[in-house]
């Protein structure tokens, strides 16, 4: 079974800044995906950014952009001129690219807080 | 717009009681799934399904069943609720493999406190 693991339970930033989130994962598959969610105090959860696994180039969307580093197991999100609306918790998230393995497998989460 | 809701937002209940938590969602996707949510433990899988008349237990699943009669609903049931089901529940769908976007969409959440 896959495993997703977040090291950073709470990770501070002041407004403006760059801040970088861990995950990495344990996995003995060649093929997936790879994701960040955003759930904010509203408790929607929101996808962030996605990153399919055979693709070397790193997914970006506005200020989001990842580190994926296949052989490392590692996905790490940057978010660039941090502000206040990015305040809440960072799921990182997998799931396989098989037939039937559809489901995704959540790490703990990463609880931002941007000081104004 | 195609939407996931979940029914109630909220619901408190008694010990021993059987609950049902409604999902629906508009997308036509076929696989949907069960979510609970717990402070230190993320998102666990309790049940999903990948189609009519298919289920599958996940992670958490005892105490809880699902249903799929249609593409639409899942609903959840806890058949007997017990305090350690005191959670935050969410359900998603997904289209599966191969046929397009990969990502889950999901509800607003429904809060369950079982006193």
């Known amino acids: 079974a896959q495993t997703v693991t977040q090291s950073q339970p709470e990770m501070s930033v002041q407004e403006a800044e760059t801040v970088t989130l861990s995950c990495t994962y344990d996995t003995s598959e060649s093929d997936y995906y790879l994701f960040w969610y955003k759930q904010p105090p509203s408790r929607q959860m929101i996808l962030v950014i996605r990153?399919?696994?055979?693709?070397?180039q790193n997914a970006t969307e506005n200020r989001f952009s990842v580190n994926f580093q296949k052989a490392a197991k590692s996905f790490s999100l940057k978010i660039s001129d941090s502000q206040l609306g990015d305040a809440a918790m960072y799921f990182c998230a997998y799931r396989s690219a098989g037939v039937g393995a559809d489901g995704l497998t959540f790490g703990k989460g990463t609880h931002l807080i941007i000081q104004p | 717009d195609a939407e996931i809701t979940q029914s109630p937002r909220h619901k408190i209940t008694e010990t021993g009681r059987q609950v049902t938590l409604a999902c629906h969602q508009t997308w036509n996707h076929n696989n949907m799934f069960w979510y609970r949510q717990d402070l230190g433990h993320g998102l666990r899988l309790i049940h999903y399904?990948?189609?009519?008349?298919?289920?599958n237990k996940g992670e958490v699943s005892d105490g809880y069943s699902v249903s799929r009669s249609n593409t639409e609903d899942l609903p959840l049931t806890l058949e007997s609720a017990a305090s350690s089901q005191t959670s935050v529940y969410f359900c998603?769908?997904?289209?599966?493999?191969?046929?397009?976007?990969?990502?889950?969409?999901f509800g607003q959440g429904t809060r369950l406190t079982v006193v």
């Open positions: 990153q399919e696994a055979y693709k070397q």
């Open positions: 399904s990948y189609g009519v008349q298919d289920t």
């Open positions: 998603a769908s997904s289209p599966r493999t191969g046929q397009g976007r990969v990502e889950a969409f």
